[in-house]
């Protein structure tokens, strides 16, 4: 296929994530446009040598497919609501890469086919590593013709066999739910069970040793315990600023995610503030489960 016959690729949101997937589109032939509401992005994006818009709507109208990777739930839908619903043809996808609440990305598909266009969610797991790398797990939902039409887009970003289809509209949004309860949920169980032995007062190194050396899980509670003897379990992530998406949809749904609403609330009723991994605000767990310790 040549670069004439490629969809012309607009990109939304050039961050950690964003920024890398774009320039592998870029440098996989598509013919592309960016745009971020940091400058600075936009420059680092002409400077590799794709296109920069000047607004959201300019790219937009400039465009056969329009991707975005934005921080949050709140802010895709907003740019959606604002720029992609009223600019929408006949025959344009918009594929959502980041993680948003599965209502409104249900109801933003239906508006969006109501001008004759299409929503394929489409979420990514894997990093900036991976972001760079073409690497990504990507869950995919949407209608299944459109999705497959996309898949070539897709896997530039993703490696092809974890490029899933997960179903209709909302199941990849789902699944990236699945992705993020196991991480975060883990992730929290190993900070519990190593905070249990810190507040008794026992030597984090001494737990460590005993305990996280070895493979599966023990391999994973090793990985958190060296975080919080290096003195950087306050930054741990267990996803605290998604977990309102999954409990929304379960509760939607009709059945219960305890755990998930345990986290939640705990972390909720704490005022420590902290940027996670993708540079939102968020809520320590650490922090809450040892601010009263001494061997914080």
């Known amino acids: ?27 996989a032939g598509y013919p592309l446009i960016g745009y971020d509401i940091d400058r600075e992005k936009c420059e680092a994006l ?19 497919v329009v991707m975005t990777s934005l921080r949050s739930s709140d802010v895709f ?3 959606a609501e604002q720029h992609f619903i009223r600019n929408a043809r006949e025959d344009q996808v918009f594929i959502d890469l980041g993680t948003t609440e599965v209502a409104k990305t249900r109801n933003l598909a239906t508006a969006l086919t109501e001008k004759g266009a299409t929503l394929i969610d489409a979420p990514v797991s894997g990093g900036p590593h991976g972001s760079e790398t073409g690497t990504l797990r990507i869950f995919v939902g949407g209608e299944a013709s459109a999705v497959e039409k996309c ?8 490696e092809p ?12 949004q789902i699944v990236k739910g ?27 190194v001494a ?20 975080r919080i003897i290096d003195g950087t379990g306050k930054t741990l992530v267990v996803k605290y600023p998604e977990l309102p998406y999954f409990l929304a949809a379960a509760k939607a749904t009709g059945f219960e995610i305890p755990l998930t609403e345990a ?16 540079n939102r605000s968020s809520r320590s767990f650490w922090h809450e489960l040892t601010k009263d310790s001494e061997e914080e």
Not at 151 to 158: F, N, P, Q, T
Not at 161 to 172: F, I, M
Not at 182 to 204: I, N, Q, R, T
Not at 263 to 277: P, R
């Open 151 to 158: 898949r070539s887009v897709l896997e530039v970003l993703g």
């Open 77 to 79: 839908c907003s740019v």
């Open 46 to 64: 002409t400077a590799a040598g794709a296109s920069a818009g000047e607004d959201t709507t300019e790219v937009v109208k400039n465009s056969d």
């Open 178 to 204: 699945v992705n993020q309860l196991a991480m975060g949920l883990g992730a929290a169980a190993y900070m519990e069970a190593m905070a249990f032995g810190v507040c008794a007062g026992v030597d984090p």
């Open 207 to 226: 737990i460590r040793n005993v305990v996280g050396t070895g493979s599966g899980w023990r391999g994973e509670f090793d990985r958190i315990a060296k």
């Open 263 to 278: 986290l939640y609330e705990f972390c909720k009723e704490g005022s420590y503030e902290m940027l996670d991994n993708m």
């Open 1 to 27: 296929m040549t670069s004439q016959q490629l969809p012309r690729i607009g990109f939304i949101g050039l961050g950690n994530m964003g920024g890398r997937m774009a320039k592998n589109l870029h440098n």
């Open 161 to 172: 066999k974890y490029v899933v289809y997960c179903g209709p509209s909302g199941s990849g």
